[in-house]
């Protein structure tokens, strides 16, 4: 569990520095500083965290499960944006779309994910059966 964690918290925090990177190179944007990226990897942190406990909560609906987590997520990154002074010369809607980009291909990374892990497992019961 601490090791899919740690993969997945890595796996966000480099996709989001790719993404405000690509950002900064296409607009030309120079704002985007070294010292930006510590808070972005704090933001990381406390959004996994957070969505560990998110998770262990047993909502009876999967779109009540996935506003809590979103509505979390933009939390997290807001104040955090607003302490470390994102938001200064950048958009505000620059990070939060960042930030959905973030969340959304994340997303999309655990079903493949677990879309993998059912066809292992299919193949092997498949197996077991002849």
Known sequence: MVKEWFKDFLATTALTLILVSCF???????????????????????????????????????????????SFVLGVVLVVGHFAGWFRLTPIWVTVAIALTVFVVACLINVSRLNHSLSEINLALSNTER
């Open 24 to 70: 900064a190179l296409i607009t030309g944007d120079t704002t985007v500083h070294l010292l930006s990226i510590f808070p972005s990897i704090i933001a990381n942190a406390i959004i996994h965290l957070g969505l560990l406990a998110i998770r262990l909560v047993d909502l009876k609906h999967y779109l009540v499960e996935i506003v809590c987590e979103v």
